[in-house]
C-alpha cells in the first residue's frame, strides 16, 4: 500500500462523505430541486450540499485556509498559507440526466514568491465507481494504491482524444470546429463525456492519450493538470505555454502527442 501525506487523508476523507451524499441524491436524481444560474448552467441541491460539506470538512482540518469555490465564489483565508480550489460536482448535467459520470475535485494552490501560485495536491474522487485519483507535486500520480503512467502511443492514428464541446453560451464554437476539424481526421477517435476533471484523469491513467478544451475554469482542471503531469505527461495552454488555468485552455497528453496535438490545435487557430 502506498501512503499518502495527512492533507491528502484529509482531501479524501472530505471527498468520501460528500461523495456518500451525491450517490444518494444520484438515486434520487428525478426528485431534486434544480435551479438555473446562467443560460448554460444548472445548480442542483446536490451541488450545494457537497460544496458545504466539504467546505466544513476542510475547515476542521484547515480553519486559515482559503478557497476557490464553484459555487460559493471565494472565502478568503490567510494570504500566505495554501487555498483549496473545489468543484464539488463536476458533470452537473451528466448528473442531472442520470448518467453516473460525475466527480469532486479539489486541489490546493501554494502561494509563491513574487505573487505567484502552484497546484501542489490534487484529488479527483469519482462516488459512483469509488475511483479515488491522487497526485501530489514531485510524488507521482496515483488510483487508489495503482501509480498512473500516461499512454505510451506515439502515433495518433492510434489515439483515442477526449475534448468538451462548446454549448449554449459556453465556449467558442467557431473555434472549437476549427480544431474539430483539424484533429479528427488524424486520430482513432474523438470522446466528450461531459466531466473536465475527468478527462484528465484518464489521460493521467492512459484511458486517454490526449485532451484539449477552451473555456475551463480553474476548479474544473487544477486537480486533473496535476495528475497528468506527475503521471508523466504535458499540459499546455493553446500556445503552448505554461498558463493553462489562466487562459483557459488545455491541451494535455503525453510527450509525443501533447506535441502533435499542439501542433493540429496552433495551424486550426492560425
Known sequence: MVSHSGLLTVMERAARKAGSKLRRDFGEVEHLQVSRKGPADFVSKADKQCEKTLVEELQKARPDWGFLLEEGGVIEGDPT???????????????????????????????????????????????????????EKSRGAWRHDQRLRVSARRDMGECLIATGIPFMGHGDFAQWTRIFGAVAPSVAGIRRFGAASLDLAHVASGRYDGFWESGLQPWDVAAGILLVREAGGFVSDFRGGDQAIERKEVIAGNDAIHSKLHKLVANALR
Open 81 to 135: 498559507k495554501p487555498r483549496w480550489i473545489i468543484d464539488p460536482l463536476d458533470g452537473t448535467t451528466n448528473f442531472l440526466h442520470g448518467i453516473p459520470h460525475f466527480a469532486i475535485s479539489i486541489a490546493v494552490e501554494e502561494p509563491l514568491y513574487g505573487g505567484k501560485r502552484d497546484i501542489t495536491t490534487g484529488l479527483v474522487y469519482q462516488p459512483v465507481s469509488d475511483e479515488s485519483y491522487w497526485a
